[in-house]
């Protein structure tokens, strides 16, 4: 682990040092013919910023506030040639110029400290700092101090875009340097660390590249590089600035086809939008060349679009500082989906939101607290790995005290201000055995049976083998309750009785832990048979009913048809056999009284008495209505089909009879559940519910009864007094996109472009289009458009509508297709 660690510190100096270098021996010919912007290395920056009796390196600083002293030199080679001015400028909006006193300006080449430095202050009301570097010209302190003070705002601007870019072009820097980190040791690296860098710094990936051979990976992952950067939501990028691509998406690309140029690149956008904001400052003596910075603890280095002049018109080089403002810690999340183990060192600690974490210094002095059973803490510094996804702790080993679970809590420093990250459960073994929970080790030979351990770190646990007598291992498969129990099942359909031995691996550890179990072998126990007039099913309950074969009861056979059991008790369905729609055979009458013969497996029989109880209250659908409801504000109405989809909106009023010779009463209630049969509203009279007469009942249903999270098939019983009904369909809840707008290319004149226009794809605008599974021109989907799971974005590119039909097959209901009608 710590040679993984130097190399990647080796080749992320290496991607600093030398971005175009690093980029052209990548790329080859055919990506250099392509523009370059900001590869040229420029001048470096020594600075250092104080805030009270703080000093911090420009690396860890990600934002300067009103009292701060900053210290800036000019890093310049012994023989330079070139004399240059540096010159600082404070600003305090775009409206407002910046006092005289705030503008200072440094001669890089004088011997005295005082005179080639800038000690600078933040004043009270500064906002933004740009630093300019221009080659030394009689005049040149006048000319600048003008232009900042004439024409603040687009100093302003600048400033912002140049630092969202910088940021975004960090992030692009950690990604190249982890890629050309890797030794093609092992054919499998790349891809399964490329993945985890590109969420990690919000990186596009291309997958294609994953699959080609070794040798190419790492030269395709980083083909069309100014393309890659996705939007960070804990800075947005500058190319939502210049698009209007909505900044709130974590995943939206930061770059949009433009004018047949490829792709419109933060970057290249910098030295374009900057070259427009400053041509009305070019003049025959200076012009302006907008600069990127990597910072690497004090250094701040800068990169160039194109190379600088040194004769008339004289390049002026723009750079930023990190924006006057409040210093915000990113909010992180937590990626385990359970307890952590930590039982090798090096173990990771997934987090996600805020790429930054990787790319930059601006979250330093990171470590996480762990507080044991006993209210014991300690500190462990940790490191954040953009190709582990998250923080790796260690290497070293902790004290024998912090073993089992224990509580992690991340802290760090995020610029001056201290920050806290999320929380985590972390385990490690501490020697002590495992125990059975309950009476699971008396396993029933014949049947699986699930086993509950509890132990010290059930995270640690990387195999579950299951050993009877001299016989060979059988791996188990398993997971973990609770974060402190072990469940797995352990079939013994075929076993025989007597001993038998789990054995669980650690990580990391030399030898197994044992856990005895004993196989008995248990005759079968029947409990009572429940059946209901007018039914031809009933509940078989007792023990190892997996050995029934069928159960008689006057001339009906009835036969298994589901084993479930709860806790010691096994519930077994049986049906009577001939009981579909041709079914001619009488249901059995209330109070019938008779001995059922319950055969069972290996020739075996057993009587149980059985009496049938009072019929269940049963309900047939005999009309249902849905009313879609009111579309949202600037959403568009959406065609639900024939009556059989209840939108998220909407409400549904559905009405039921009673079986023959049944009547209702104001006593009787209607229960509606989702897929899985759990209850989530039940309409009684007055509330949803209304009698209609004897034999027919009324409900009303409105979706936002539903708790929330509610979707896909709903279905419904009858309750009546202590006694509850079969489950019933009744219709399919479905939660609908907010469709703003779908705009499609205008056809041009002539036929060709009419033809063109045809074939071009449309935008669907709008929320929660990750609702939408696919979208298609006709209602067979023939040529969907898909939409891949996890879709934050809200835009979607759909085929052209036929006939003014855009059909969307959603999510929650994905056999009933909606329309989205185009005028």
């Not at 080449?109 to 570097?133: F, I, N, Y």
């Not at 030794?183 to 080609?212: F, H, M, Q």
Request: hydrophobic share 40%.
């Amino acid at each position: 682990m710590k040679d993984d660690d130097s190399r990647f510190r080796r080749a992320a100096a290496l991607c600093l040092c030398s971005t175009g270098a690093l980029a052209a021996a990548l790329l080859g010919a055919s990506a250099l013919a392509e523009p370059a912007p900001f590869e040229l290395t420029g001048p470096d920056l020594r600075i250092e910023v104080t805030r009270g009796q703080q000093t911090l390196p420009i690396a860890q600083v990600p934002s300067l506030a009103e009292g701060d002293k900053l210290s800036v030199h000019a890093v310049l080679p012994d023989d330079q040639g070139m004399k240059f001015l540096l010159t600082s400028a404070f600003l305090r909006g775009a409206t407002n110029p910046p006092p005289k006193d705030w503008v200072q300006t440094a001669s890089t080449w004088k011997q005295k400290e005082k005179d080639k430095a800038l000690s600078l202050t933040v004043p009270k009301g500064a906002r933004q700092v740009v630093l300019l570097m221009v080659p030394e010209t009689g005049g040149a302190e006048g000319v600048l101090l003008d232009a900042v003070r004439g024409k603040p705002g687009e100093f302003v601007r600048a400033s912002q875009d140049l630092n969202q870019a910088s940021l975004d072009h960090s992030r692009l820097v950690t990604f190249m340097a982890a890629i050309q980190a890797q030794d093609n040791t092992g054919p499998e690296y790349l891809r399964t660390v490329a993945p985890v860098l590109a969420r990690s710094l919000a990186i596009k990936l291309n997958d294609d590249c994953l699959s080609k051979v070794v040798e190419m990976q790492a030269s395709c992952l980083l083909e069309n590089r100014e393309s890659l950067v996705l939007n960070d939501v804990h800075s947005s990028s500058l190319a939502d600035t210049l698009t209007g691509t909505p900044t709130d998406l974590a995943l939206q690309l930061s770059a949009t086809p433009e004018a047949g140029g490829g792709y419109y690149s933060a970057y290249i956008g910098v030295a374009r939008d900057i070259a427009r904001i400053f041509g009305a400052f070019n003049n025959p003596q200076f012009n302006y060349l907008p600069t990127l910075s990597l910072r690497q603890e004090g250094t701040m280095s800068l990169l160039l679009n194109a190379a600088p002049s040194f004769q008339k018109p004289k390049s002026v080089m723009v750079t930023a500082l990190p924006a006057v403002e409040a210093d915000i810690p990113p909010q992180l999340r937590s990626t385990a989906k359970g307890p952590v183990c930590i039982a090798r060192p090096g173990a990771v600690l997934g987090v996600e939101g805020a790429p930054l974490i990787y790319s930059t210094d601006f979250a330093h002095d990171m470590k996480v607290r762990l507080t044991n059973g006993s209210g014991q803490t300690i500190d462990v510094p940790v490191t954040a790995r953009a190709d582990r996804g998250g923080y790796r702790i260690g290497p070293d080993e902790l004290p024998s005290a912090f073993a089992g679970s224990m509580r992690a809590q991340l802290l760090g420093t995020w610029g001056f201000a201290a920050f806290t990250g999320p929380e985590f459960l972390l385990q490690r073994p501490d020697g002590q055995p495992w125990k059975v929970v309950g009476e699971s080790d008396g396993l029933v030979v014949g049947r699986d049976n699930t086993v509950v351990l509890e132990g010290a770190a059930p995270s640690c646990v990387e195999e579950v083998l299951l050993r009877q007598g001299n016989g060979a291992p059988r791996p188990l498969d398993w997971k973990v309750q609770d974060g402190q129990r072990l469940s797995f099942t352990v079939p013994q359909a075929a076993a025989n009785p007597g001993e038998l031995r789990v054995e669980l691996r650690y990580q990391g550890a030399k030898g197994p832990e044992t856990v005895t179990l004993r196989a008995r072998a248990e005759a079968s126990r029947v409990d009572g048979f429940e059946l209901h007039a007018g039914d031809m099913h009933g509940v078989l309950t007792g023990q190892r009913l997996d050995q029934v074969q069928s159960l008689v009861l006057g001339e009906t056979e009835y036969r298994p048809d589901g084993l479930t059991r709860e806790d010691a008790v096994d519930r077994l369905r049986l049906v009577a056999q001939g009981s579909g729609p041709e079914n001619t055979r009488a249901a059995p009458e209330q109070g019938t009284a008779d001995k059922a013969v319950i055969r069972l497996a290996g020739g075996r029989s057993l009587s149980l008495p059985v009496r049938v109880g009072a019929a269940r209250p049963q309900a047939e659908l005999l009309g249902r209505t849905i009313y879609p409801g009111p579309v949202a504000p600037g959403a568009r109405a959406l065609e639900l089909g024939a009556g059989e989809l209840l939108p998220d909106s909407g409400e549904l009023v559905f009405s039921v009879k009673a079986a023959p010779g049944a009547r209702f009463s104001a006593r009787d209630g209607i229960e509606v559940a989702g897929g899985e049969g759990l209850v989530t509203v039940r309409l009684s009279a007055g509330k949803g519910l209304t009698l209609e007469s004897q034999q027919v009942l009324v409900a009303r249903l409105k979706a936002a009864d539903l708790p929330a999270g509610a979707f896909g098939p709903l279905r419904y019983r009858l309750i009546g007094g202590d006694m509850t009904g079969d489950w019933m369909p009744l219709t399919t809840l479905a939660r609908l996109p907010r469709i703003e707008n779908l705009t499609c290319p205008k056809e041009s004149g002539g036929e060709v472009g009419a033809s063109q226009a045809k074939t071009q794809p449309c935008t669907l605008t709008g929320r929660d289009l990750f609702l939408i599974e696919a979208a298609s021109a006709d209602a067979a989907f023939t040529q969907a458009a898909n939409v891949p799971s996890g879709f934050t974005g809200s835009t979607l590119t759909v085929p052209r509508p036929v006939e003014g039909k855009l059909y969307l097959r959603l999510r929650d209901a994905p056999a009933m297709p909606v329309i989205l009608p185009q005028p």
